[in-house]
Structures are given as C-alpha cells and as structure tokens.
C-alpha cells in the first residue's frame, strides 16, 4: 500500500486479555518502529527492527508486551495480560533505509482496556 | 539521552495572526530536530527537519524553525496561521548517530479560531 497501515484502528479490551497489534509497513522498508502515545502525552519509543532483527526493546514497558517481525515486513505488537495503563494510541512507523529520511507513521491503534 | 521540553500545552491563536510554538531540548550528543503535526485521529505527518547545514529550515505550508545550538532551541513560526493549522504539535529530537529513534515533547495544541 501507499502508507503504514494499521490494525484494528480501535481495540477494547478487558482487564486481564491478551491483544495482538498488527503494522503493515511500506512494502520494502527496512526499519520498523512501534511507540506508544498515552492520552495527553507525546509518542515514546517502544522498540525497533531492521529487517527481521529486532534490534532495541529497551522501551518495552513490560515482559507482558513482545514484537515480532519474523519475516522483515509485517509486524505484530502483542500485550499479554492487558492493564488500565496499557491503555494508549500504539503507533507504528518505518523507513526505507536506517535513517531518518523516510520516516512514515501510521493512523495508530487506540486501544482502551477497561 | 535526550530529551525535548514543549512549555506550552495549549496556544489559542486568532486567524492570519503570527504564532510561535516554542521547543527546547537536552542532549549530550549531535542531535537531529523535527516538529511532527497530528490531526485529529490521524498519525503523525513530518513538518519539517533540521539535519544540518542552514539552521533556517522551511515547510511547504508556511511554516519554519530555526535551531538555535546556543539555547538548545528549535521553536516553530508562522506568519498568519489558518483555521487548518489547527492541530497538536510535536517537536521531536534524535541522535546523529545510531537508528535514530525519536524522543518527543508532550505537544503543543494549536487552536485558530475566526
């Protein structure tokens, strides 16, 4: 497609369920990006893949929450045991090559657990 | 690490009047600076870029930043602002060295009223 796509775009969980985010990047971008925008707040990196390698995960606020990106496009944030703080717009981006040239973000997925 | 400081939450602003959306960040490093505009529901949109060279860089819409190394600064300016330019924005800030992932202010809301 033309841009990052997103899904689902609104996500409602129950305390306690597992979610699974998925990212549809530019067709052939190297990196991947996924941050995080609680309500009020600007988005905070969350973790990285170039290609297949996930490379950083040091913003991962939790071991409740894993990516993967096993074949180097699509891409799929999971939370496992979903809490109230999880809840937040969840924003992925890439970019063709390693810098910050083409920076593409997606619309996000806003996901309430109540 | 870096970090960026957006002072203003909110700045209410009359039509075709001049606005200054003020940014300043910490870094121990060279860094890279952006300002990202956010509609409602939508993801972010890259406004402008400074990555080197001039420390005047401009947007297509009107829009411009000056980096200011001495005061750590990057605010954004616009002449005479638009209904349309209301929106949430975002100064963000990267190292020049790595991939680069961005570390964002809370935002600033602009709102043009008639």
């Known amino acids: 497609g033309a841009g990052v796509s997103q899904s689902p775009r609104y996500k409602v969980a129950k305390r306690g369920q597992d979610v699974a985010l998925r990212c549809d990047p530019i067709?052939?971008?190297?990196?991947l990006f996924w941050y995080q925008q609680a309500l009020g707040q600007g988005p905070e990196f969350l973790t990285y893949?170039?290609?297949?390698?996930?490379?950083?995960k040091s913003g991962l606020p939790s071991d409740r929450f894993f990516a993967e990106r096993p074949e180097g496009s699509v891409s799929t944030l999971k939370i496992q045991r979903t809490q109230q703080e999880d809840s937040a717009v969840y924003l992925c981006?890439?970019?063709?090559?390693?810098?910050?040239?083409?920076?593409?973000f997606g619309s996000g997925t806003r996901l309430t657990v109540v | 690490a870096q970090s960026v400081t957006q002072l203003d939450s909110q700045v209410p602003v009359f039509e075709e009047a001049p606005v200054e959306l003020r940014c300043n960040y910490s870094?121990?490093?060279?860094?890279?600076l952006f300002w990202y505009v956010q509609y409602p529901n939508q993801g972010l949109q890259l406004l402008l870029k400074?990555?080197?060279?001039?420390?005047l860089v401009e947007s297509i819409n009107g829009f411009e930043a000056e980096f200011n190394k001495s005061q750590t600064s990057f605010h954004l300016r616009k002449p005479s602002v638009h209904i349309s330019d209301t929106a949430e924005y975002f100064c963000?800030?990267?190292?020049?060295?790595?991939?680069?992932?961005?570390?964002f202010g809370t935002g600033t809301r602009l709102l043009v009223s008639p």
């Open positions: 981006a890439s970019s063709l090559g390693t810098d910050i040239y083409g920076y593409t």
């Open positions: 893949f170039q290609n297949e390698a996930q490379l950083d």
């Open positions: 400074y990555l080197s060279g001039s420390t």
């Open positions: 963000a800030v990267t190292s020049t060295g790595g991939f680069q992932k961005l570390v």
């Open positions: 067709s052939g971008h190297v990196s």
């Open positions: 870094s121990s490093v060279s860094v890279y």
